[in-house]
């Protein structure tokens, strides 16, 4: 898979890049885990959504933030890991003008940060936010929720307890405009460690999902 550097608000940043022979194909970007405990973009998860979103005919990067891998720069407690997206997705954009729709995808942490980003960038058509840490981090910026879309995660998750992901879905589920789909994995833990029983079915849930919203009109 081609290796790309592109230029992030703190210095280069590395990343991982797959298209599509169609021109018009759609964009995303794959957000990883906390750089502080050990999240790369070769996370399991963020690698696995990577492949989905290539397999249903989407032009993907995911990337390492600031100060993981080859990225230059220092965590930042997640603002400058905001700017770091954005400029992954600027990249993206730049080498994808016609893309017929942009959806940015991320697990725990990376999940926190693409709801941010869809905050900023209105040409964001849809999301996947994979066991979004609610106990941890103020989701209460998505008011409103700009675009609709997708919020799994394991009834088993430590990390990021079911209640607080079942708390902010209900929040969001009272906004106009957009539907936002939940789904729970059985016994999955946080990081969907049973190939068969959890990392599948999420995966499968995912690309469902993806693939049926690009199927309709509406945000």
């Known amino acids: 898979m081609p290796e790309v550097i592109f230029a992030g608000p ?6 991982r890049y797959h298209s599509q022979k169609e021109r018009d194909a759609p964009i995303a970007i794959i957000l990883h885990p906390h750089p502080a405990y050990g999240g790369t973009m070769n996370n399991k998860v963020v690698y696995n959504l990577h492949y989905a979103f ?11 933030f600031r100060g993981v891998g080859r990225s230059q720069g220092e965590y930042d407690q997640g603002i400058g890991e905001l700017s770091d997206a954005a400029s ?26 693409g709801m941010q980003l869809l905050m ?14 609610a106990n941890m981090y103020d989701f209460t910026f998505l008011a409103p929720c700009p675009s ?4 799994i995660n394991g009834t088993n998750d430590k990390v ?24 729970e994995v059985e016994g999955a833990d946080h990081f969907f460690k049973d190939e ?24």
């Open 196 to 219: 068969e029983a959890h990392m599948k079915p999420m995966i499968d849930t995912v690309s469902g999902y993806v693939a049926r919203r690009m199927t309709e009109t509406t945000r």
């Open 10 to 15: 703190d210095g280069r940043l590395e990343g």
């Open 160 to 183: 990021a307890p079911p209640k607080d992901t079942r708390t902010l879905v209900g929040k969001l589920h009272e906004q106009k405009g957009i539907t936002i789909t939940h789904t």
């Open 148 to 151: 609709s879309g997708l919020i």
């Open 88 to 113: 992954a997705l600027d990249y993206l954009q730049a080498m994808n003008q016609n893309a017929k729709a942009c959806w940015v995808a991320g697990f725990s942490f990376g999940a926190w940060i």
């Open 120 to 133: 900023r960038r209105p040409e964001i058509t849809g999301f996947i936010s994979v066991a979004p840490p």
């Open 54 to 64: 290539h397999n249903l005919g989407f032009n993907v990067l995911r990337f390492n």
